[in-house]
């Protein structure tokens, strides 16, 4: 069993920066597929990025609307995943969660696809 803990979530102005974290235990997650997943009211949730555990070579995937902004890294001494944003935009405002997807592993950009969450971290960007 996966515990996640996400943190670093708040309010920030549009143009500005935050670093998510998303603290493992439990066991090591250096294999897992890692990603991260953001919910907005009313909206369904939303694939933000992916990386790939050792087994699956370390790829990263980014959705569209956040690449070239958003930087997924992972610490696998800490057990931690991290997602810096940077040149953030009021349409990024919403609750973001962590993820971890065991062997077998499912697609990176789908919910379904991960096996255990963290509880989430708001994110609100003011115009």
């Known amino acids: 069993q996966v515990h996640l803990v996400e943190s670093g979530g708040g309010l920030v102005q549009a143009g500005g920066s935050l670093k998510l974290s998303c603290a493992a235990s439990?066991?090591?997650?250096?294999?897992?597929?890692m990603g991260w997943f953001r919910q907005a009211p009313g909206k369904e949730r939303e694939f933000v990025a992916a990386n790939m555990g050792s087994w699956s070579g370390g790829r990263i995937h980014y959705a569209d609307s956040v690449k070239g902004r958003f930087t997924i890294s992972r610490d696998d001494a800490k057990n931690t995943v991290y997602l810096q944003m940077d040149s953030l935009k009021p349409e990024d405002t919403a609750d973001y969660y962590c993820?971890?997807?065991?062997?077998?592993?499912?697609?990176?950009?789908?919910?379904?696809?991960?096996?255990?969450w963290g509880q989430g971290t708001q994110v609100t960007v003011s115009s």
């Open positions: 439990g066991r090591t997650v250096s294999d897992y597929n």
């Open positions: 993820a971890a997807d065991r062997p077998p592993f499912g697609y990176c950009n789908q919910p379904g696809g991960y096996d255990y």
